[in-house]
């Protein structure tokens, strides 16, 4: 079974700074990928990142990056100079890539920035 | 990527009423999947919806409760039947492209039982 743990339920950051979000996994399959999605107030799922279990270098977005680090079982989304527009809730999930497509979701982390 | 809309985008219903949610995608996913999202919480899968045959459930979710239907590959409907007050929540579509890793999300809908 997968399973992802995001231990933030809430982070305040200061507008203009980084922010790192945390998210460890935890997975018996040798062949998964990582997401993060953000969730706005208004409901919709934005997909930001996106990371594979066999992917050497970390992957980037714009200001969104992921620190993956396999053997650690980690992959923190990094945004960097954060703006007010980044407010929502943060979700990492993961998948197995053979087989079920299901995703399953860590129980997200609120992100706050403060002008 | 995948433009997913859904209809409607929210609504208030009675206890035991039914609500069916339309989800409309904009290229020929592989693969459509319903979740819910329960106040505070993080989102379930419901079920995988299959093109032409029953969709497949997950643990705790039931065809009577949530019947779903994908008549062809870029439509899909999901039924909150018998509704109760703890039906509340965020019903999402979501869809995968052939060959690629993201899904995609509509932008779900709000459902309040009263």
């Known amino acids: 079974a997968q399973k992802i743990t995001q231990t933030q339920p809430g982070m305040f950051v200061q507008e203009k700074e980084a922010v790192t979000l945390d998210c460890t996994y935890d997975?018996?399959?040798?062949?998964?990928?990582l997401f993060w999605y953000k969730q706005p107030s208004s409901g919709e799922m934005i997909f930001l990142i996106y990371q594979g279990s066999y992917d050497e270098q970390n992957a980037t977005e714009g200001r969104y990056s992921l620190n993956f680090q396999k053997a650690r079982k980690s992959a923190n989304l990094v945004i960097s100079a954060s703006q007010l527009g980044d407010s929502a809730m943060y979700f990492c999930?993961?998948?197995?890539?053979?087989?079920?497509?299901?995703?399953?979701f860590g129980q997200g982390t609120r992100l706050t920035i403060n002008p | 990527s995948a433009v997913i809309s859904q209809k409607p985008s929210r609504d208030i219903c009675q206890r035991g009423t039914s609500l069916t949610i339309q989800c409309q995608v904009d290229?020929?996913?592989?693969?459509m999947f319903w979740y819910r999202q329960q106040p505070g919480q993080s989102l379930t899968l419901i079920a995988t919806a299959n093109q032409g045959s029953e969709a497949t459930y997950e643990s705790g979710f039931v065809i009577d409760k949530f019947p779903i239907s994908r008549p062809n590959l870029t439509f899909s409907t999901l039924t909150v039947s018998n509704m109760s007050p703890e039906d509340s929540s965020i019903y999402l579509c979501?869809?995968?492209?052939?060959?690629?890793?993201?899904?995609?999300f509509g932008p779900g809908t709000r459902l309040l039982v009263l």
């Open positions: 999930a993961m998948r197995k890539l053979q087989g079920a497509q299901k995703l399953v």
């Open positions: 997975t018996s399959d040798q062949s998964y990928g």
């Open positions: 979501s869809g995968a492209l052939a060959r690629q890793e993201t899904q995609y």
């Open positions: 290229s020929q996913v592989t693969m």
